[in-house]
């Protein structure tokens, strides 16, 4: 049995018989016409035999690997951004964010493809440019270089700048549970950590409540 949660750039997969997750290019996916018992994500409905949508996906999953009562999850990944808070394991809030304001997950990881950014020598302070587009974002980094500023310091900037609009997407929590791509980002861990306890999840939570799913 294989789930598979199918974004706009990854995909992460995992088989229920050898618990193996396996996380490819979307575009592998496309190519080889890879079907799932179980999917969620943008790219997972035409071939999932059972779809599950991805904010469901990632409630159950957030349920079945945090033990508290009250928290906040936030998914990160290459088009959008989802949230869901739960009051007594209940979830009270869940919230979509989707379009060029949530498109700076692509975009960072084109610029940074194009520029060969490390983003563990990126230093965080308190600067940062406010970016609500995808492609805005492009112009903000290019014009900060042009202006003089080192490529470096222009990426810090905006990674700085998408964890403030993370942190008011989520009003704002003392402590954060982050999942998807950029639980992988060492600098905006850095960011968003300025404003809130921050816990990585990595990329697999949505898997996570699929499994519970294909449990119940």
């Known amino acids: 049995?294989?789930?598979?949660?199918?974004?706009?750039?990854w995909c992460k997969l995992i088989d229920r018989q050898d618990k193996?997750?396996?996380?490819?290019?979307t575009r592998e996916l496309v190519q080889d016409d890879i079907q799932f018992d179980w999917g969620t994500g943008h790219?997972?409905?035409?071939?999932?035999?059972?779809?599950e949508n991805d904010l469901i996906s990632l409630t159950r999953g957030a349920l079945a690997l945090i033990d508290e009562q009250d928290f906040t999850v936030l998914d990160l990944g290459s088009r959008d951004a989802k949230l869901v808070r739960f009051d007594g394991r209940?979830?009270?809030?869940?919230?979509?964010?989707?379009?060029?304001?949530?498109?700076?997950?692509?975009?960072?990881?084109?610029?940074?493809?194009?520029?060969?950014?490390?983003?563990?020598?990126?230093v965080i302070d308190d600067r940062f440019t406010s970016v609500t587009c995808g492609t805005y974002a492009v112009e903000r980094i290019m014009d900060a270089v042009s202006a003089g500023a080192s490529v470096e310091d222009a990426f810090a900037g905006f990674i700085h700048g998408l964890a403030r609009n993370a942190f008011n997407f989520t009003q704002?929590?003392?402590?954060?549970?982050?999942?998807?791509?950029?639980?992988?980002?060492?600098?905006?861990i850095t960011a968003l950590s300025r404003y809130a306890q921050v816990f990585p999840m990595g990329r697999t939570v949505p898997l996570a409540g699929l499994w519970a799913f294909a449990v119940d």
Not at 180 to 186: C, D, S, W, Y
């Open 172 to 188: 704002e929590p003392k402590k954060l549970y982050l999942s998807g791509g950029f639980t992988l980002n060492p600098a905006f």
């Open 1 to 9: 049995m294989i789930f598979g949660d199918a974004g706009s750039s």
């Open 43 to 51: 790219t997972a409905r035409r071939r999932s035999t059972s779809f």
């Open 20 to 25: 193996t997750v396996r996380i490819v290019p």
């Open 90 to 122: 209940r979830p009270v809030k869940l919230d979509w964010s989707v379009g060029c304001a949530a498109a700076t997950g692509a975009t960072l990881e084109m610029l940074s493809r194009f520029y060969e950014i490390d983003f563990e020598k990126l």
